[in-house]
């Protein structure tokens, strides 16, 4: 959908669709109906008014358009070069206090929401531009806004929480199954969102210039690190005194890499050699090679560490990219970590997500691209889900 930027292929919209949907394949209870409650709660002590946007790709036809409030799809019209406004496809979202429920159709998609003021959408030849707040010259860059992911099908629905792009207006997910009972995520502790920033502005070497304020200096969101260091917030070294690290310790020892927790025997065998990482089977054959990576294609999870949706290279990546910003590789030498005790514990590491991930109620974020390597990421699922909610959170 994004058309301004690669990353959405790895981002959380991919989360969901791509590490979701081949991680977590359920056969529904029932047939899941054409469209199902979505029911949005207003918890965030704001008075501002709110506005829902329920964007994405209707799964029936491929095309890509909007939601309307009863759950009716709307193919985006052709779009232009430079780009044209889109449609309005807002939903007047509930005040504080109180909730709306609209119907969300079987999509592959996102739902937007904003405080304050409507979002700024356009239209190339391509499909939508999303906002892509990491350009100061995005129309939308001083609006607080943020959204979640969701993937509605035959299977059921999944719908996540998601910080792989930022962090910003705090909110939860959930899901009611048929059996009445409901699953959540997303929430932060209390004290989690201002907690935060503090934490953040307190890291040296550059993490603070992630936190973006508006013209009246309030605290707008904080970018993912893949955008700071591609616009130059960040340091592009920042991860490299790791990366050494961890390729000196392969060139004479052996990661092993055990990619699916369905396939125990299923294993590839990692040895640096000539600055080049060589995966190989049980067998001994080369399956797949990296080159050395750094700090964007760690954080990104794509570049040097791009992982095709195939059963080989693109499982290796993603648990190459979990390890790498979770710094587990020098401390295990089998990966992926099956807990979280070592994550984040080297001075060098995806500061971002530690954050992040340390001020959730239940300790699962989208931090990053691949953070449900090891079921880490904010996700719920329903094979015959009977509503699905978000709940916008108090700012504290």
Partial sequence: ??????????LAAAATVA?????????????VPNTIPLKITNNSGRGDPVYIYNLGTNLATGQQGWADGGGTFHAWPAGGNPPTPAPDASIAGPSNGQSITIQMPKFSGRVYFSYGQKLVFKLTTGGLVQPAVQNPSDPNRNTLFNWTEYTLNDSG????????????????????????????????KPGGYNGFFDALRGQPG??????????????LRAL???Y??????????????????????YSNETLTVTPFTDQPNTKYFGRVSGNVMNFTNSSGSVVTSFQKPN????????????????????????????GFNRSTLLVNPNQPDSSNANFYQDVVTNHYARKIHARMADGKAYAF?????????SLVHDGNPQQASITLDPFN
Avoid at 1 to 10: C, I
Avoid at 206 to 213: D, E, F, K, V
Wanted: hydrophobic fraction near 45%; glycine fraction near 10%.
């Fill in 1 to 10: 959908m994004r058309v301004k930027h690669k990353l959405l292929a790895v």
């Fill in 19 to 31: 590490a979701g949907l081949t991680a977590i394949i359920a056969v529904p209870a029932e047939a």
């Fill in 157 to 188: 629905l999944w719908i996540n929480s998601t910080q792989v792009d930022m962090f910003s207006a705090p909110y939860a997910v959930g899901v009611q199954a048929g059996d009445g009972s409901t699953k959540t995520t997303g929430h932060l």
């Fill in 206 to 219: 550059g993490w603070a210039n992630l936190i973006q304020t508006g013209p009246d200096g309030s605290v």
């Fill in 224 to 226: 993912a690190p893949t």
């Fill in 228 to 249: 700071g260091v591609e616009t130059g917030l960040l340091p592009a070294n920042v991860m490299d005194d790791y990366i050494n690290r961890v390729w000196s310790k």
């Fill in 295 to 322: 700090a964007p294609s760690i954080f990104g999870c794509a570049g040097l560490l791009d992982a095709p949706n195939d059963l080989v290279r693109g499982p290796i990546s993603r648990t190459l990219c979990a």
């Fill in 369 to 377: 691209a691949f953070d449900d390597v090891g079921a880490h990421e």
